[in-house]
């Protein structure tokens, strides 16, 4: 194709205007100014040259989401590449044996730490950690201390944790060849689960993120089968056991995973009424319905077997936590005499100005009362809503700053856990060996530049997948891809999850469901645009029989255009 044709398809791209992709340019412009000022400290001298900055920077947020929507439709309709299960599984497993071995026996965080406690009665069983995720470990722990080796069970522990994450990838790169995905994207999918530091970084980890993400892959994967391979699975036995232990499991490696089940099974139900009549899609629902009522009633049947101690309703107030602490730091004058009482009910009123940390509230959700009712709690909350009708601004920017890492590109957010014993003074209960201590400083180096190296850094960057889940979302729109907004709702739900939890800096394995899931959500998004190979969907009758035949005259000027260029 010569320049000129390019230039041309970019300009009749610009006319048409990608809807809302103005408003996501004009967000990320912004963001990226209010990084620099929040992450690196750079402040503009007049009001003037930020605004020139915003509107420079979304002008180039602009062209960019173009040019990348034109290259979604210019390569949608290269040859697929028939990639067989055992290939897939056996390659990631083989990619994945280095990153295992240089973590012998495992590696363990702070949290683990506290689990492996509870596990052993020194610590009293509680939902601050999932209780399952603490069993299961504990499962594996108590096994091989009976053998006389913890090492023993804790590495089998992150081995079946690597077979399984394998499992994962493998079966979303071949829904990816069933809906005859280009081959170009199921060979970077393929190398982008076998190398990325976001992935490999965290093999032979024990913490409950790399299940839950794995997990993660797994329903969405599914969920990606029952909106696009609709007639083939309807009546799959083994589709629906598979879709609701992904469910189930999402819900018990991760206490809010039941809010990213939940919402989604809720939405596919209505979808569902309004794609087909009631008589007919009686076991859908059912069985839909069991997707999002089953995750909640195992996860209480597990916690109540266990006695498990329910942990601080803190845990969520995250948020609310967050915006109070920073209005007193800024402007306690706002508060009234009376709304102070309440808030000392529940947190130190006068410690808070001094506890507060924009990029984690941990500092002040530790100091919340276990004295307090369940009243107070909500007499707290509704001081907390008054007040954001008096300094909305505070509110915003206490959100703002904590969570600017989601979409700021001028900042690298990554953190590993290669230590046995989780950098746990006095922790002893894990032998790493001599190699592993000997390279595992190179090996930390290593993972490090991969996040400071040129191109490298871009590509590895935390917000780059959340701000591409944003232009994929706005894309299928766009293009009217029904069922995409559905995929894309738990991605959308995991990011909501991320802006009300405690922090994201430092703790990037709360990003790897949105990060491991995009390069299938790119598979799904080309493989709509070049049309799937089987009509799925069931027929909407109300679609106006004049769509139709735009559609169809749209489809033979592309055939066409694409003839043209062959010859």
Not at 76 to 84: F, G, Q, V
Not at 98 to 109: M, T
Not at 505 to 525: C, D, E, K, S
Not at 533 to 552: G, L, S, Y
Request: one cysteine or more; a positive charge; proline letters at 4%.
């Amino acid at each position: 194709m010569t320049g000129e044709r390019v230039l041309t398809r970019l300009w009749e791209a610009w006319k048409q205007r990608v809807k809302g992709a103005l408003a996501l340019s004009l967000l990320l412009g912004f963001c990226q100014i209010y990084g620099d000022r929040v992450v690196l400290g750079i402040r503009y001298e007049t009001s003037g040259a930020a605004l020139f900055s915003v509107l420079l920077y979304s002008l180039l947020w602009f062209l960019l989401i173009h040019v990348l929507y034109f290259l979604l439709n210019k390569f949608a309709k290269r040859e697929t590449l028939s990639i067989s299960f055992r290939f897939c599984f056996l390659f990631l497993l083989i990619a994945y044996i280095v990153p295992l071995l240089l973590k012998l026996p495992a590696a363990n965080s702070m949290d683990v730490y506290h689990q492996i406690n509870q596990v052993l009665g020194e610590e009293p069983l509680t939902t601050h950690h999932p209780v399952f995720h603490t069993l299961f470990l504990g499962l594996f722990i108590r096994g091989g201390l009976a053998l006389g080796n913890a090492d023993l069970g804790v590495f089998l522990f992150v081995l079946l944790e690597t077979v399984f994450t394998a499992y994962a990838f493998a079966n979303g790169l071949q829904l990816l060849k069933r809906l005859q995905a280009p081959g170009w994207v199921i060979v970077f999918s393929l190398l982008f689960f076998a190398l990325s530091p976001h992935i490999t970084g965290w093999i032979g980890q024990t913490t409950k993120d790399v299940y839950y993400s794995a997990f993660f892959v797994l329903f969405f994967t599914e969920l990606a089968s029952f909106l696009f391979e609709r007639e083939q699975v309807l009546r799959d036995k083994c589709f629906w056991i598979i879709f609701l232990l992904s469910a189930v499991f999402l819900s018990l490696f991760r206490n809010n995973g039941f809010y990213v089940v939940a919402p989604t099974a809720l939405v596919l139900i209505i979808r569902e009424c309004r794609l087909t009549s009631l008589r007919e899609a009686k076991l859908t629902l059912l069985l839909l319905l069991l997707l999002a009522a089953f995750p909640f009633g195992m996860r209480a049947l597990v916690n109540n077997a266990y006695g498990a101690e329910k942990g601080s309703v803190a845990e969520a107030l995250s948020l609310p936590i967050q915006q109070t602490a920073r209005l007193v730091r800024e402007d306690k004058k706002l508060i009234t005499p009376e709304e102070k009482k309440v808030i000392n009910k529940v947190l130190p009123f006068k410690e808070l100005s001094e506890l507060y940390n924009e990029t984690i509230s941990d500092p002040v959700k530790d100091r919340f009362k276990k004295s307090a009712s369940t009243k107070d709690v909500l007499n707290y909350l509704g001081v907390w809503a008054k007040e954001f009708f008096r300094a909305p601004l505070i509110y915003l920017e206490a959100t703002a700053r904590q969570n600017i890492y989601l979409l700021y590109m001028g900042c690298s957010n990554y953190e590993y856990y290669l230590e046995a014993n989780g950098r746990v003074p006095d922790f002893s209960m894990f032998h790493s060996p001599r190699f592993v201590r000997d390279l595992r400083d190179d090996y930390e180096t290593f993972l490090n530049r991969l996040h400071t190296a040129p191109v490298l850094s871009e590509f590895n960057n935390m917000a780059l997948y959340v701000i591409l889940s944003l232009l994929f979302g706005l894309y299928g729109i766009r293009q009217k891809h029904k069922g995409f907004g559905c995929l894309m709702l738990p991605v959308c739900l995991s990011e909501l999850i991320i802006v009300a939890a405690p922090c994201i800096l430092g703790h990037v394995r709360y990003a790897f469901p949105i990060i491991w899931t995009m390069p299938l959500a790119l598979g799904v998004l080309v493989s709509l645009n070049r049309g799937l190979p089987v009509q799925n969907e069931a027929k909407d009758p109300a679609m106006p029989e004049k769509e139709t035949r735009e559609t169809e005259q749209k489809e033979g000027n592309e055939i066409s255009l694409d003839t043209e260029e062959r010859k």
